[in-house]
């Protein structure tokens, strides 16, 4: 068999000759995509909000202010967030388009505008991307921030690099899991996820996926990406930990004999915070796309109960409205 994989290193569980693989074993049955999208016509889902959708936009939602010089962490929807440490921006996984689509009038359409143009934007350093799925990867987006930002230096995955370039960036990382690279005092770890990639029905994990490790002196902030749980959180934890703040996800995760594969639950997420020691969160992946059987308005309902059966303080892994932030 060809080696179509370029970056494939045998020594690596994760690494085959054509792209990448989760080292955890994936017990999925034949079918249960099928029987997922039936069972999710059948009864509706996903439903609106408990007071429906405008509610929710008045009550999840704000401007993002951008003013002041402190190191912040802002949360500006779904996977993306904007941290400004040391002066710098570094922004994660954005997607300000209407769509998480290849098509403009087909594929999960927002529910929550977006709280920021690109025009709006502070001057980004750095872009940080965690996989190619297209609520975290979008080309419009990608594109308007090449042209008002020519130097964006973007650290990505192994196998994306094609993909950046044919958008016209010329300043691309490519790191494989715990490679690192510095840049001006801060340091950029690519880390373990459980998920996977695919762009078009023929690249399907061709490119690899990640988390980040964003360190500057003694601050470290973890965004973890799009990922199922696992327990490399707990190595993450151990050889980069603890983390001032981090990124969890808490959507996309009913069904969850369907996806907790590749998403992980709020419940998950309370054990990740722990086990990659973690002194606050902010949780992610939710709140704009309808991606799975779960009201947007569940997630944080369902944290709250999972933070309260667990002990844990809900002032350290408390939601952000849309747009807003905090100080570092």
């Excluded at 007071?51 to 008045?58: K, L, P, R, S, V």
């Excluded at 990505?156 to 044919?166: F, N, Q, S, T, Y």
């Excluded at 973890?222 to 930990?241: A, P, T, V």
Aim: charged fraction near 25%; proline fraction near 9%; glycine fraction near 6%.
């Amino acid at each position: 068999m060809s080696v179509k994989n370029p970056y494939y290193d045998p020594s690596k569980s994760h690494h085959t000759p054509q792209g990448f693989i989760n080292p955890e074993k994936e017990p999925r049955a034949n079918g249960d995509l099928k029987r997922w999208r039936k069972e999710r016509k059948q009864q509706g889902f996903p439903h609106p909000p408990a007071n429906g959708y405008q509610h929710f936009i008045e009550h999840w939602w704000q401007a993002a202010d951008f003013s002041g010089t402190e190191d912040r962490l802002w949360f500006l929807g779904h996977a993306c967030l904007l941290l400004r440490i040391a002066g710098r921006y570094v922004l994660t996984d954005p997607v300000f388009s209407e769509r998480a689509s290849p098509l403009t009038f087909y594929g999960p359409r927002r529910k929550t505008p977006p709280t920021v143009t690109v025009a709006n934007l502070p001057p980004i350093d750095y872009v940080v991307i965690s996989h190619n799925h297209y609520d975290h990867l979008d080309k419009p987006t990608i594109v308007s921030l090449l042209r008002r930002f020519p130097d964006i230096v973007f650290m990505v995955p192994l196998g994306m690099r094609p993909w950046l370039k044919r958008q016209g960036a010329q300043k691309i990382e490519e790191l494989d899991w715990w490679d690192q690279r510095e840049m001006a005092g801060i340091s950029f770890h690519a880390v373990p996820a459980r998920h996977w990639s695919m762009r078009t029905p023929w690249d399907r994990n061709r490119s690899l996926w990640c988390g980040w490790v964003v360190k500057h002196q003694a601050f470290s902030f973890f965004f973890s990406g799009d990922s199922g749980y696992s327990d490399q959180f707990s190595h993450i934890g151990e050889r980069l930990g603890p983390f001032d703040i981090a990124a969890i996800p808490i959507g996309a995760y009913a069904p969850r004999w369907f996806m907790h594969l590749h998403h992980m639950d709020p419940q998950q997420a309370v054990q990740v915070f722990k086990e990659a020691q973690c002194r606050r969160a902010v949780p992610i992946h939710w709140g704009v796309f309808e991606l799975a059987d779960e009201s947007l308005d569940e997630p944080p309902k369902e944290l709250a109960r999972a933070i309260a059966e667990d002990g844990l303080s809900k002032e350290k892994f408390a939601p952000l409205k849309i747009g807003q932030h905090i100080s570092l």
